[in-house]
């Protein structure tokens, strides 16, 4: 995708450990405690240049069914057309549905399914796929949408076939369970901002690097 903002720098990788308070995730009962299982926070490390387009934002929610949670190699998801698309609103398009994924690697758990959506080296797509690898371990489920996107907006593309687009919502008020369906930490309602870098694909996009 070209000629659609002035040029970018690429972002770099975020920081090791930057999934805040997953423990609850990771195994270990968390009583009546309140975790926060949001987005993985990161800064770049380069900055980059202001936006020059934009299209309008809209509402999306999420609609991820749970299902018993089990270690199995996540089938490849089929993107949809107007997520594929090499455009600002394909960017946008493809961002939310990356998010909707998450939500079903989660709620179902289903390991695997983020890395196909994203680059290797995407540190905090690897932390996003860790969690859904402890819940499904631990047979631990999120009940509901663990994020809700109410805005997708893109801001910029670089020379390099990437693009940014910033996504506003919030983690919801949800709640990990166990086996039995019993809580096993609770999760707060929070506002939730993030910036998502995008790389070319030959199929569309995949998320290289996200940061807020």
Not at 149 to 167: F, H, K, P, W
Not at 175 to 189: C, E, F, M, T, W
Request: net charge positive; glycine share 8%; with cysteine.
């Amino acid at each position: 995708m070209r000629g659609h903002g002035r040029l970018l720098t690429a972002a770099g990788l975020i920081a090791a450990g930057a999934l805040a308070g997953c423990s609850g995730a990771a195994g270990t009962s968390q009583g009546s405690a309140t975790a926060t299982h949001e987005l993985p926070p990161a800064t770049p490390g380069t900055s980059a240049a202001a936006p020059t387009s934009s299209s309008a934002a809209t509402t999306s929610t999420t609609s991820a069914t749970a299902a018993s949670p089990a270690v199995t190699s996540a089938a490849a998801p089929a993107i949809p057309a107007a997520a594929r698309a090499h455009t600002p609103e394909g960017a946008e398009a493809f961002t939310r549905y990356f998010i909707d994924q998450v939500n079903v690697a989660w709620m179902q758990p289903r390991p695997g399914l983020i890395p196909q959506l994203s680059s290797p080296n995407c540190q905090a797509c690897n932390a996003l796929e860790k969690v859904s690898l402890n819940l499904a371990t631990q047979n631990q489920r999120f009940k509901g949408a663990p994020v809700v996107v109410r805005s997708a907006q893109y801001e910029g593309d670089t020379d390099q076939n990437l693009a940014i687009v910033r996504i506003t919502g919030e983690q919801s008020a949800t709640a990990i369970l166990g086996a039995n369906g019993q809580v096993v930490s609770p999760q707060r309602q929070a506002p939730m901002s993030r910036q998502v870098l995008l790389r070319e694909s030959p199929n569309g996009w995949r998320v290289d690097s996200m940061w807020g």
